[in-house]
Structure formats: C-alpha cells, structure tokens
C-alpha cells in the first residue's frame, strides 16, 4: 500500500462519522465463523409491552459512540483487537418486532448460530426480555459456556 492511501486510511479512521457504524469501529462480518468474540446489536422493546420506551434505539446508539473511545487500554497497553478476532455480526433481524414471542425466537437462532461457532457474544440490547433468548442458545448442552454440559 503507497503512503498516500496509508494517509487516506489513517484520516478516514479519525472521522467517527464516517462510513457503517459499528461497535468499537470493528469490522461488520455477519458470520461467526473463525470469530472469538461476536458482537451483536438485539434492537428489540417490545418486551415490556411497548416500544415507547426505545430501548430498540440502543444498540444504534452504542454503535454510533463507541466510534468515539480508543480500542485499547492505555495502562494495561491491551489491545483486545490484537489478540482475537472481534467482528461486529450486526443486529439481530426481528421482522416481527411487535411480536415479543416470534423475536424471542429469532434472538435464539441467531445466537445458536453465534454458539455453533464457539464465539464468545457480547450483546447490546434491548430490553430485559432479549436475555432469556441469549441464555437459551450460548447454555444450551452443546455450548462453549457450558463445556458440553
């Protein structure tokens, strides 16, 4: 890569404004395969029998934050992106997002798959509800949290 386009990348980097917002500015990959640590937006309200209350709006907003905060911890010089393969798997798709049951569901599947994977999900949400889903996919007798259990 010439220094010009090495430039161009260092300064697109310094605009948090710019391009996909993603948790941490990680790459956005959908797939957890070869994945360590998965992240994942669950924009999901309807659990407590509304969306008045924006919970949905959360991972959105963490996303468009995160973009803000350094990636490693300056006293500890750790640098999680340099140690594992973090990607952002973008928000679980919930087409029935009055439903709270049917996306109950769809937040299971998607994080069966995360866990089929051996990736580690750390979760942005959401109201309360979206745990139960979550817990019922990664502590399933199969999962890497449970060793096989």
């Known amino acids: 890569m010439d220094k010009k386009k ?8 310094g605009l948090n404004w710019w391009g996909i917002p ?7 990959n959908s797939d957890s395969e070869g994945c360590d640590i998965a992240l994942v937006g669950v924009p999901h309200s309807t659990g407590n029998g509304t ?14 934050i995160s973009a803000l905060g350094r990636r490693a911890h300056l006293k500890y010089k750790l640098d999680p992106w340099n140690i594992c393969e973090i990607r952002d798997l973008g928000d679980v798709p919930l087409p029935e997002a009055n439903n709270n049951e049917k ?15 051996k990736a580690r999900p750390v979760s942005v949400g959401g109201d309360h509800s979206i745990t139960g889903g979550i817990l019922q996919a990664i502590a399933s007798s199969n999962s890497k949290l449970t060793g096989g259990q």
Do not use: W
């Open 51 to 64: 969306t008045e209350r924006d919970q949905h709006l959360g991972p959105r907003a963490v996303r468009n």
């Open 6 to 13: 090495r430039d161009h990348e260092a300064m697109m980097q």
């Open 103 to 117: 996306c109950i569901e769809h937040i299971t599947d998607f994080y069966k798959r995360i866990a089929e994977n």
């Open 22 to 28: 993603t948790l941490f500015r990680c790459p956005y």
